[in-house]
C-alpha cells in the first residue's frame, strides 16, 4: 500500500513539474497579436480591399473590432462552438466530461467539447492533438480568461479562427466563400460560417453546399430562429490586389486610416506588366522588378510593386519574394545625373555651357582612374543639355568638379536621400556617376521635385492623411530647364537615336541608369502629374545578363504613363517657367569646325544681352585647383616605348577654354597653353608641379613621382 501511495505521489509530483514546465502564458502570444493588428481592412483610394498575403500564421490586416461584427454572426458562433462562454472561466467542465464519456461509451471523438477560449489557445499555440495538449490547453485558457476579458477573447477568436485556403477570421471567410465584405451577409450566410469553422477543410462548398444544411437548419433551430429554406449560393471571391510591401511602409509610418491612396487598378496593372517583363528578361538573369507610380502634384503614391521571377505563383512567399526593391538602397548610376546638372545650373551654368568630352583619368589614392562613357566613344565639346541627354559619364565628373562633392552631397540629403550616409571622401567623384546606393522610393520624390517646379513632395499614402509642408529645393527656372532637356529627344540623339524607346508620345522627361557590371538597370521620368520610377536587378546584386536601363525597364515604364494617360484623359506639357527667356545658341559639332544653330533657354541672369549666342557659353570661371596629378601619384614609365612617346595629362579644374595656363614643373615654366591640360613628357623621378592662370591665380603644388 505504501509503495502504491509513493508511486501515485511520484506520478503526481512528475505530471505536476512537466506541467509546469509546459504550460505557456497564452497572454504574451495574444497581446503581441493583437498589438501587430488594425482594426480595420486596407482599402484603396476607391474602398476596393487590398490583399497582404494568406500564408501567414496571423491574420493582421482583416481585423474587425467586435462592436462592428453582427451580434447575429457573435450568437451563433457561440450557440455552435461554446454554448456555455460567458459562464466557464475558460473550460466547459460539464461539456468536457461529456465528450470523454461518450468516447469512452462509443468511441465517437466527434464531440471535442473545446471551449472558445481554448479554440483561442490551440491557435496561440499549436501543439499535437493528445490528452496531454488538451489538458495544457485547458490550463492555458483559464489563466487567459484571468487577464483578458470575455469580449477580448471573442473578438480574437472571431479574427483569427481558422477556415479553408488559409483564410482566417469571419472578414476574410465572407470573401473568400460569398464574395462579399461581413456587413452584407444574410443569416443564412452567418449561419453557414459559424458551421463551416468546425471542420472548413471537410467542406468544399464550390463543389457541393447541400453538404452543409442540415447543420446550418440545426443550428438555427438551436439558437431560436426559423431555418433557411433556399439554397445556400456560394460566389467565387474577388481577387484582391496584392500589395503588401506598400501597406507594410503605411503601417511603419504609423497610419491606421483604412482608405489608403493605392489604385487598386494601377497596381494590377503595373504587377502584370512587371511579371510579363521579368518572363521575357528570364534568360537575362534579371529575377526581380520595382516600380513605384505618384501623383508629384499631391505627392499621393498610386502603384507600389516588388515582385519576382515565381512570386505570384508562391503566393510572394519564396524568401526574395519577401525583400521590398522599392526601399532597398542600389546603386542609382546615370538615374542621379539630373540632380548633378540641377546643381550645376543652380550656381550659374546654362544649357548651352560647354563641357570637354574627352578620355579622362584622375587620381585615386595613389593610382589612377579612367573614365569613360557608357558607349566608349567620345564627342569632344557638348553643351549641358547633350551632356545630360546622352548621360554622358566624362562631363558629369567635370561638373561635380564644378559643384563641388560635398556640395552636391548636401543638395541630395536635402533631396531626401537618407541612404547616402557616408562620408564624402567615401564617394568622391563617382558620386557624379552614381555610385552611392540610394532606394528607389528616394530616387522617385527627388524626381517629383523636379516635376514639381523644384518643390519638394513629402509622400502620402493614405487619403485622410494631411498633406506636410513643402520644402523649395531648387529653382522653378532650374527645374523646368531639367525636365526640358530630359523631355527633348534631340538632346539624347548621340547616344540614343532619334527614335529612341524613351520617347513617350505625351512630353515626358526620362532617364535612364545602368549600375556597373549591369547589376541595376533603372528607368524614371515623369510628365505634367505623374512621376514614375521602375528598377530592374537581382535582389542578391548578382549581375544581369546586359540588361540595361533602356532595354530593360524603359519599357515598363512606356507602358505605365500610357495607361495613365489612357486611364485619365488628360494630357499636358511639362511646366516650362515664364521666367526663362530664349536665345540662339551654335551648338558644336562632333569632328567638325562649325556648328549648328539651336534655340535654348536661360534665366534672366544667364541670358545673353543679344537674342543669340554665336559662341556658347563656355562653364563658369571658379577658384582652380590642380586635379592631375594628385598629391603623391606614382606612376611607371613603360618598358616597351620610347621615352619621348610617354606623357602624362595634366589638367586644372575651373579653367575656361579660352584662358591661358602656366604650367611650371620642378620651378621651371614648361608649357604656356589655353585649355585646362597640358600633356607632359614622363622622366624618371620626383617632381613638383603647379599651374597659373595668366598670372592671377595659381594652385597649390603636388608633388609626384615616375619610376
Known sequence: MKSVIIAVLSLVLFVGAKTVWDVRSPAVMFNRVVSDSRFSTMEDRHGQPLRITYQTAWNTADVMPLYHIPAFLQHAFITAEDKGFYNHGGVDWRARFGAVWQRIRHGDASRGASSI????????????????????????????????????????????????????????????????????????????LAVLVRAPSKFDLRQKTGVINGRIQRLARAMGVSPPDTPLIVTDPQPLVYAAPFLEYVRQQGHDASRTTLDAGLQQFTQNLLDTRLEALKSHQVRAAAA?????????????????????????????????????????????????????????????????????????????????????????????????????????????????????????????????????????????????????????????????????????????????????????????????????????????????????????????????????????????RYAVGVWMGNPDQAPMDGVTGSTGAALVLRGIFNRLDTQNGETAPLFLSPKLQQAVVCVPQQNKKQCVEKTDYFTQIT????????????????????????????????????????????????????????????????????GDTFLWTLAKGRHHVYAAVEGTQRTAEHWFAVK
Not at 465584405?181 to 453557414?192: K, R, V
Open 292 to 528: 513605384l507610380v505618384m501623383d508629384h502634384q499631391t505627392g499621393e503614391i498610386l502603384a507600389w510593386v516588388s515582385t519576382g521571377v515565381g512570386c505570384v505563383a508562391s503566393n510572394f512567399q519564396q524568401e526574395a519574394c519577401k525583400i521590398d526593391m522599392v526601399r532597398r538602397p542600389r546603386q542609382p548610376a546615370s538615374a542621379l545625373k539630373p540632380f548633378l546638372y540641377a546643381a550645376a545650373l543652380e550656381k550659374g551654368w546654362t544649357p548651352a555651357t560647354i563641357i570637354e568630352d574627352a578620355p579622362y583619368a584622375n587620381s585615386v589614392g595613389q593610382g589612377l582612374h579612367r573614365f569613360h562613357n557608357y558607349s566608349h566613344r567620345y564627342y569632344g565639346q557638348v553643351t549641358l543639355r547633350q551632356a545630360l541627354g546622352n548621360s554622358l559619364n566624362i562631363p558629369a565628373v567635370h561638373t561635380i568638379s564644378f559643384v563641388g562633392t560635398s556640395s552636391y552631397l548636401q543638395q541630395l540629403q536635402a533631396l531626401g536621400f537618407a541612404s547616402l550616409t557616408q562620408s564624402v571622401a567615401y564617394y568622391d567623384e563617382g558620386l557624379a556617376l552614381g555610385s552611392g546606393e540610394v532606394s528607389l522610393v528616394e530616387l522617385l520624390r527627388g524626381y517629383a521635385t523636379l516635376a514639381n517646379r523644384g518643390v519638394s513632395v513629402p509622400l502620402r499614402t493614405v487619403v485622410e492623411e494631411e498633406p506636410a509642408p513643402k520644402t523649395r529645393v531648387f529653382s522653378e527656372e532650374t527645374a523646368s530647364l531639367i525636365g526640358n532637356i530630359l523631355s527633348d529627344p534631340w538632346a539624347r540623339s548621340l547616344e540614343f537615336g532619334m527614335q529612341s524607346v524613351l520617347n513617350v508620345p505625351t512630353q515626358t522627361a526620362v532617364k535612364t541608369g545602368t549600375s556597373t557590371d549591369y547589376r541595376d538597370a533603372w528607368a524614371m521620368g515623369y510628365n505634367h
Open 117 to 192: 477560449t481554448e479554440q483561442v489557445v490551440r491557435v496561440l499555440h499549436p501543439r499535437p492533438r493528445t490528452f496531454w495538449t488538451k489538458w495544457l490547453e485547458g490550463l492555458e485558457a483559464m489563466l487567459l480568461e484571468q487577464q483578458r476579458s470575455k469580449a477580448d477573447i471573442l473578438e480574437f477568436y472571431l479574427n483569427q479562427v481558422p477556415f479553408a485556403a488559409n483564410r482566417r477570421g469571419v472578414v476574410q471567410a465572407a470573401r473568400f466563400y460569398f464574395g462579399r465584405s461581413l456587413n452584407t451577409l444574410s443569416q443564412q450566410e452567418m449561419l453557414a
Open 607 to 674: 541670358a545673353p544681352k543679344r537674342g543669340r549666342v554665336d559662341t556658347p557659353f563656355d562653364a563658369s570661371p571658379q577658384t582652380i585647383t590642380l586635379v592631375s596629378p594628385a598629391e603623391g601619384l606614382q606612376m611607371a614609365m613603360d618598358p616597351r616605348l620610347p621615352v619621348t612617346k610617354q606623357a602624362f595629362a595634366m589638367r586644372v579644374a575651373g579653367v575656361l577654354p579660352s584662358q591661358t595656363v602656366a604650367w611650371w614643373v620642378n620651378g621651371t615654366q614648361v608649357a604656356y597653353k589655353k
